[in-house]
């Protein structure tokens, strides 16, 4: 039963990678001038919020099932009257966000590698 650690560097590791996908797939599409040939601004579909800010929130979230988890086990272990059952339980929550949030990671990776290997 552990906690995970580095969230913030996981974090910080997403960031600098969307950043890194949205920025050389710009510079790809408009040296090759496919985007403004394929696409025009009335033409594209409207989000609620762009991908970024989607794994901003995740991240966010996983930070926070890392802390909730931290703090029970803290309770637990002080016997600040946490049972054992709530402890195991934010902990696996915060596990399993962690993994899911490596293995969006590995995808987003996947992707951008990809992405580099076409040739425009």
Known sequence: ?????????AAQAMNSITSNVASQTAQAMQSTGTLGSALD???????????????????????????????????LLSGKGVDIHTAMIATE??????????????????AYQQLMGMQF
Request: aromatic letters at 4%; charged letters at 20%.
């Open 1 to 9: 039963m552990s906690v995970i650690p580095n969230i913030q560097a």
């Open 41 to 75: 601004a009335s033409s594209s579909p409207a989000y609620a919020m762009p991908f970024s800010g989607v794994l901003r929130e995740a991240v966010a979230k996983t930070q926070e099932l890392n802390s909730e988890a931290a703090n029970t086990v803290d309770g």
């Open 93 to 110: 929550k915060s596990e399993l966000a962690f993994e899911m949030m490596l293995s969006l990671r590995n995808k987003a990776v996947g």
